[in-house]
Structures are given as structure tokens and as C-alpha cells.
């Protein structure tokens, strides 16, 4: 029997996506950019549940410095948004997360990041 090639999606069919940048704004450094990572999807997690993280489906791209880049669905751009402004703590440490920038080419998103 011979071996059948997965064809790929029509691109009507594949997830649109949107690139956001955010920035880190606290008093001290924060040296550990997993702890934001980590508050960013557990402020996302407790908004929309374990359905929506899956439909979101967020990935963090980059990060320099005080400034990260994330991957998501169009759908939950929203939802992003508001979980960033309910991070109040990273480890202890009083800080905000602020939007810069939004994009759907990483490219263009990247602009904001520098």
C-alpha cells in the first residue's frame, strides 16, 4: 500500500493569528522573564479557563529586556489584553504589564520590541 502525503490547509481553514508586544513596568529588574510568562498565563488561564487557553493557543515568541512578544489567536486578542492589565505581582514585586503594540505580521511586531 502506498504511503499517503498529508495535504496541507487551505487558507481559508488555518488559524488567524495576531502578534502582541507588551512591556514589563516595575521598580526593580525583573531578572526572571518565566515568572512573567507564568503570570501572564495564569491571569489568562483564571479569565477564560483551560477551553479557551486551548483555542487561544498563546505562544511567547521573544523577549528583550523589559519587553515580550506574543503569538495568539485573533479571537482572544481581548482577552490578552485584559489579562495583562490584571497581573498586579511578578514574584513579589508590585509591577504592571502594559500593551505596546499589536500586529499580524511578526515582522512589523517586531518594531515595537526594539
Do not use: C, W
Not at 1 to 14: F, R
Amino acid at each position: 500500500m502506498a504511503k499517503k502525503d498529508l495535504k496541507a490547509l487551505l487558507p481559508s481553514l488555518k488559524e488567524r493569528k495576531r502578534y502582541l508586544v507588551f512591556e514589563v513596568i516595575s521598580k526593580s529588574k525583573i531578572d526572571d522573564f518565566k515568572a512573567v510568562k507564568d503570570e501572564i498565563a495564569a491571569s489568562m488561564a483564571s479569565l477564560i479557563g483551560d477551553i479557551g487557553m486551548a483555542g487561544a493557543s498563546i505562544q511567547f515568541i521573544k523577549e528583550r529586556e523589559n519587553k515580550g512578544l506574543i503569538m495568539l489567536n485573533h479571537n482572544f486578542l481581548d482577552h490578552l489584553r485584559a489579562s495583562l492589565a490584571l497581573v498586579r505581582t511578578i514574584k513579589g514585586v508590585p509591577a504592571l504589564l502594559r500593551s505596546v503594540g499589536v500586529s499580524g505580521m511578526i515582522n512589523k511586531a517586531e518594531i515595537y520590541l526594539s
